[in-house]
Each structure stands twice: as structure tokens, then as C-alpha cells.
């Protein structure tokens, strides 16, 4: 289970990565940039997505995507999407550049993949964040996610979210 098409939102183009995403990104920016039809931010971390592990797991079946806002025409951020076989769904995270941070792009990328994926039948969906980070904290439950665990060894509280519940 993957997306296998870019989701629309009001603002965002929520495209999951391709081979060609990939084989441009290897290119420089510019190629990049043409792949997309949209400017990358200069604040976005390029290896969150295109670095050398994650380069045959993405190309091959999409478990990340790029946070596009369409009037501007820029990549904003991604959307990671990791199937957990053992739960029948899936592990999200997500990442803002911080030019377009705290205005809901997160709550409404976050929200059209975990709807899609609930829609290709994952019972649950987990997402983690440091306990510090009290801004994803509030948009996981926007999103209707639920306080799961925590780990101060590593500071990190856990979320979930069930379909139906």
C-alpha cells in the first residue's frame, strides 16, 4: 500500500516521490525544480528525502512525499510514510521548512495521506515526536491522534490514530 497519485488540498500538491523525482534530484536543484514544476525552498533539507538509503525504497514504492503549496509554487516539506506490517498500518512523519511553519501546512498535508491510507484500508497510524515539540504535538491531535506512550530515555512521546474511534 502506497500513493500511487499526488493529493490536492486548498493550498498543497502532496506528490509522492518517483523515480524520476529521484533520478532529477540526483541532477542538482535545478533538475529538480523542473521535475516538479515548483522551486525548492532553500530551507528544505534535502537528505530527509534524497539521500543514498532511502533511494531504492522510495523509488520503488513511494513512502515519501513532497508538501508543494501551489500558489507559491514551492516545495515546503515532506510527508513520510512507512508501512509496519506488524500493526496493519503505518508510521508518519512529517517536516516544514520553518519560512512556513505555524499556518497548518502540516495539519493539512498530514491529514490527506493518513485519510488516503485509512482509505487503502490501514487500521492505525503512529507518529512520534520529541516531547519538547509541543507544535506537532497539537497538530497530531488535530489530526485525531492520541497520546499512545512515551520514552524518556529518548524524549519522545507516541501517537496513534485508529479509523472509526
Not at 14 to 33: D, F, H, N
Not at 120 to 135: D, E, L, P
Amino acid at each position: 500500500m502506497s500513493l500511487d497519485r499526488s493529493l490536492r488540498t486548498p493550498r498543497l500538491r502532496i506528490a509522492p516521490v518517483t523515480r524520476q523525482m529521484m533520478s532529477a534530484a540526483v541532477k542538482g536543484r535545478a533538475a529538480l525544480e523542473h521535475s516538479i514544476g515548483a522551486g525548492v525552498d532553500e530551507d528544505w533539507q534535502w537528505d530527509h528525502v534524497f539521500h543514498d538509503r532511502r533511494r531504492v525504497a522510495v523509488a520503488d514504492r513511494p513512502s515519501h512525499a513532497l508538501m508543494i503549496h501551489e500558489a507559491d509554487r514551492r516545495l515546503i516539506g515532506e510527508v513520510r510514510f512507512e508501512a509496519v506490517p506488524e500493526i496493519y498500518g503505518f508510521e508518519i512523519g512529517y517536516a516544514v521548512t520553518p519560512r512556513y511553519r505555524r499556518q497548518g501546512y502540516a495539519t493539512e498535508a498530514v491529514g490527506a495521506v493518513v485519510r488516503a491510507l485509512e482509505g487503502r484500508g490501514a487500521r492505525q497510524v503512529i507518529a512520534g515526536c520529541a516531547m519538547r515539540n509541543v507544535a506537532s504535538a497539537r497538530t497530531l491531535r488535530r489530526l485525531g491522534f492520541t497520546l499512545d506512550g512515551s520514552n524518556a530515555r529518548t524524549g519522545s512521546f507516541w501517537w496513534v490514530r485508529r479509523p472509526g474511534l
